[in-house]
């Protein structure tokens, strides 16, 4: 049925939830064409390059396109923050047309998190992002379904993600390797993914491939399964990329505290952890495995204080006079 096996299946015609779950289990996502109302994806894409055009970062131009201006920000916080305060965003992330497919999906009602990346990925600059499974970032919060939305018409130029069909049944933990900057977090994370093109957990590239993608329209919404291999092409085109991924899962199912917080609440987390880390004087591995330690099971602020005792407990101090 369908020809090409370079592009996503639509799953429109999937009328019955049954079928809709049996697809999802088989392929590990579902892609629907033009089923969010173009007024609400419209709404937050007209409000998104308002924020961006006032940060100087987008020209302004009759078609309302977000052609880059060339200005390079150091720090996208205070814009990451105003795109978070937009009503439209909060509306669009946890709107009636996604909650349906999800509710769908898991049978049950769903949460839809907080923690909701608003990617603006500007022309050539930044890697694009390497083959990942998102159960990999939150592997201690229960199992979730992602819902990735684009805001603006993206082609091969642009980039926009792209999948493997039925990965998430063949790929898990062994897949990965061991590379120098894995667990990094924060700016340190950044730095080195800007040197070394490191930016998440990988899975070489020698073990990946069967891609598949589209052509993304405004309307759009591609569901994936938490454990499918996914990743971004580069944008070679003048443009910002534009999209969003939002999360959800079972409401009766344990919702992580990160869930709650925004993505900018995130990054003013995870930076106040590193300056904590740095100031105790971890090593880059004892970095890592506090931060997680501390992250994923107890979720509370990371403090110089807290870093040191995590320390004496890895390195007792040794009996008697040396
Ligand atoms: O949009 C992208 O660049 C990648 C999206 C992604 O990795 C995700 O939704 O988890």
Redesign the pocket.
Same mark, same amino acid.
């Given at each position: 049925m369908y020809a090409d096996s370079t592009v996503l299946k639509e799953s429109n015609e999937n009328s019955n939830d049954t079928e809709l779950r049996q697809r999802f289990d088989e392929d590990g996502y579902l892609f629907f064409r033009n089923i969010i109302d173009l007024k609400k994806v419209n709404q937050t894409r007209s409000d998104v390059l308002d924020v961006l055009c006032r940060f100087g970062l987008i020209e302004e131009n009759e078609n309302n396109e977000p052609i880059w201006s060339g200005k390079v920000l150091a720090d996208l916080i205070d814009v990451q923050t105003a795109i978070y305060a937009l009503e439209s965003y909060e509306q669009l992330r946890q709107c009636n047309e996604i909650m349906t497919i999800m509710e769908r999906l898991w049978g049950a009602p769903v949460y839809s998190w907080k923690l909701v990346?608003v990617?603006t990925?500007p022309p050539k600059a930044g890697t694009?992002?390497p083959a990942?499974q998102?159960y990999q970032?939150f592997f201690r919060g229960g199992r979730f379904s992602?819902g990735?939305i684009p805001l603006m018409d993206i082609d091969e130029s642009v %980039? %926009?993600?792209e999948l493997i069909p039925a990965s998430h049944k063949i790929f898990s933990e062994t897949d990965y390797a061991l590379l120098e900057g894995r667990f990094l977090t924060g700016r340190a994370y950044s730095q080195v993914a800007a040197e070394k093109a490191v930016l998440?957990p990988q899975i070489p590239p020698e073990k990946v491939g069967g891609f598949v993608r589209t052509n993304y329209q405004l309307g759009d919404l591609l569901v994936?399964h938490d454990m499918v291999v996914?990743?971004?092409l580069p944008n070679v085109s003048k443009k910002f990329?534009l999209?969003m991924?939002t999360r959800f899962q079972p409401q009766d199912s344990h919702i992580p505290w990160y869930a709650k917080m925004t993505d900018c609440e995130y990054d003013g987390y995870s930076r106040r952890s590193e300056d904590a880390l740095l100031e105790a004087g971890a090593t880059q591995e004892e970095m890592q495995r506090i931060f997680w330690k501390i992250f994923y099971f107890e979720g509370t602020e990371i403090t110089p204080t807290r870093v040191r005792a995590e320390l004496r407990r890895y390195n007792p101090p040794l009996f008697g006079a040396f």
């Open positions: 990346p990617r990925q694009p992002t990942h998102d970032l992602v990735w %980039g %926009g993600i998440l994936l996914h990743r971004s990329r999209s991924d």
